[in-house]
């Protein structure tokens, strides 16, 4: 009986170990799947940087445009003025 007592400690540490390591391959494997798509969302952004890239060039025009703008509504105020008399 002492016998069968020491096997049955043996068998169930060897299937709480087996479950570890089930817990930690699945545990390991969500991991990488995770990586794998944000990876490929990295690539997704990566790609299309350049694209936003040529979009957005303009924006840095935008001050120049509203001086200029302001320019045009001055002379126009003026040029009211100096035609209407007010």
């Known amino acids: 009986m002492i016998i069968a007592?020491?096997?049955t400690d043996?068998?169930?540490g060897l299937i709480?170990?087996?479950i570890v390591v089930v817990v930690v391959v699945v545990v390991v494997a969500i991991l990488l799947n995770l990586a794998a798509r944000i990876a490929d969302d990295a690539q997704a952004a990566t790609d299309a940087l350049p694209v936003v890239r040529e979009q957005t060039?303009?924006?840095q025009d935008v001050g120049r445009i509203n001086d200029s703008a302001i320019s045009i509504l001055r002379s126009t105020r003026a040029a009211r003025k100096a035609l209407t008399g007010a």
Do not use: V
Request: aromatic share 34%.
């Open 5 to 7: 007592a020491e096997y």
């Open 10 to 12: 043996w068998w169930a």
């Open 57 to 59: 060039d303009a924006l």
């Open 16 to 18: 709480l170990g087996f």
